[in-house]
């Protein structure tokens, strides 16, 4: 069965992860321990947390999904400001790639996260801040010792 990008442009935080591998179909594949709940495939990613639900997810161009929030996949940068005129630039490894990093809290429990590269978004992020995610064992161990 292959991805339903239906199903799968309405995944946000608080869903099930059953719901994910339905709309994954034969794409799915459970996350490694040292993955501590991290997933991506093509341009969708996630973070399942340590109860099974999804606590992050993240859009990337060329993803074809309807708004989120009133954000949508191509939207002019200054549209944006127009729409979360508090949006607040965050500090990211991707500003080196010429990429602008924004987020605003939409409640106390989702924020929205938004790329943007040259003047249109290009990624579109949903994220609970009060999730819990697991971690994997022995994180700070030698990697070289297979832990």
């Known amino acids: 069965m292959p991805i339903d990008n239906a199903r799968l442009a309405a995944m946000q935080p ?3 992860v ?13 996350p490694s321990l040292q993955a501590e709940g991290h997933l991506h495939i093509e341009e969708f990613g ?3 947390t340590a109860d099974g639900s999804l606590g992050e ?4 161009a060329p993803f074809e999904l309807p708004p989120i929030h009133g954000v949508g996949m191509g939207m002019p940068a200054e549209e944006l ?4 005129p508090g949006v607040e630039r ?3 490894e991707r500003e080196k790639y010429g990429w602008t990093m924004l987020k605003t809290n939409l409640s106390d ?7 943007i590269r040259e003047d249109v978004v290009r990624i579109i992020s949903l994220t609970d801040p009060t999730a ?11 990697p070289s010792r297979g832990l």
Not at 18 to 30: C, D, N, Q
Not at 81 to 84: D, K
Not at 109 to 114: A, E, I, S
């Open 132 to 142: 819990v995610y697991p971690e994997r064992p022995y994180k700070y161990a030698d």
């Open 81 to 84: 400001h127009r729409l979360y």
């Open 109 to 115: 429990t989702l924020t929205l996260g938004v790329g």
């Open 18 to 30: 059953e719901e994910l591998k339905a709309a994954l179909g034969t794409s799915w594949k459970e």
């Open 57 to 60: 997810v993240h859009f990337r």
């Open 90 to 92: 965050i500090s990211d």
């Open 46 to 48: 996630t973070r399942i």
């Open 14 to 16: 608080g869903v099930s």
